[in-house]
């Protein structure tokens, strides 16, 4: 079992251009989550998904809009972005227990 | 959301017992205490989760206090691949959903 797959794992862009960013989880759970983790800092929330069909802001939603697509896939989107962007993106599920991806290392130039 | 608060940073030597403590003073009778580690470049992982008595597993041990407003995660001997930051954080009871709020953990140093 994969667990929790994210793609890409690196990506650059440059400001104004528009990226999606998959998350793709293997163990039936119903919650999936976004987090950004900027240097030195802890996790902060993007956007959350309770079930399919269902998303909901979480701290720091400006800039980014999400898709759930079915109950396995949970897909961030930044429609044009900025220096300010610039993180470490975590996907994560939950069910009782949360498992996180690996992370997908996006710098905004 | 529950809060915690957690020490920034701790040090300990290799192969010594190490204390990561945990203020939960907002807790709700049904709120289980989580503890994840990430380790440099990855993703956070799951340690231990307790609700009111002490855990162990093969990772750490979890003592939470008799008013359940604050916990300690206890590493029993440091290893250097043990040097992670370290978060505390509170889930619903019974519940499949929750937002998961994280603070900014404690790093802890592990030393030869």
């Known amino acids: 079992n994969a667990g929790v797959t994210q793609t890409p794992k690196f990506q650059v862009l440059k400001t104004g251009q528009s990226m999606t960013l998959q998350c793709a989880q293997d163990?039936?759970?119903?919650?999936m989550y976004w987090y950004r983790q900027d240097p030195g800092m802890g996790l902060r929330l993007i956007y959350y998904?309770?079930?399919?069909?269902?998303?909901d802001k979480g701290e720091v939603p400006n800039g980014y809009n999400v898709s759930r697509l079915n109950k396995r896939e949970f897909s961030l989107r930044l429609e044009s972005a900025a220096p300010s962007q610039t993180s470490v993106y975590f996907c994560?599920?939950?069910?009782?227990?949360?498992?996180f991806g690996q992370g997908t290392r996006l710098t905004v130039v | 959301d529950a809060k915690t608060t957690q020490p920034n940073s701790m040090e300990s030597n290799e192969e010594e017992p190490v204390h990561l403590p945990c203020n939960h003073s907002t807790i709700s009778g049904t709120d289980y205490i989580h503890w994840y580690r990430q380790l440099p470049s990855q993703g956070p992982e799951y340690v231990i989760h307790?609700?009111?008595s002490n855990v162990n597993n093969r990772m750490a041990s979890l003592a939470i206090a008799e008013d359940r407003k604050s916990s300690t995660l206890i590493l029993h001997r440091a290893t250097l691949r043990d040097a992670a930051v370290y978060y505390c954080?509170?889930?619903?009871?019974?519940?499949?959903?929750?937002?998961?709020?994280f603070g900014t953990g404690t790093r802890l140093l592990v030393s030869p």
């Open positions: 994560a599920t939950n069910w009782g227990v949360a498992f």
């Open positions: 954080i509170l889930r619903v009871l019974n519940t499949g959903f929750q937002k998961l709020v």
């Open positions: 307790g609700l009111t």
């Open positions: 998904s309770a079930s399919e069909g269902t998303t």
């Open positions: 163990m039936n759970h119903n919650s």
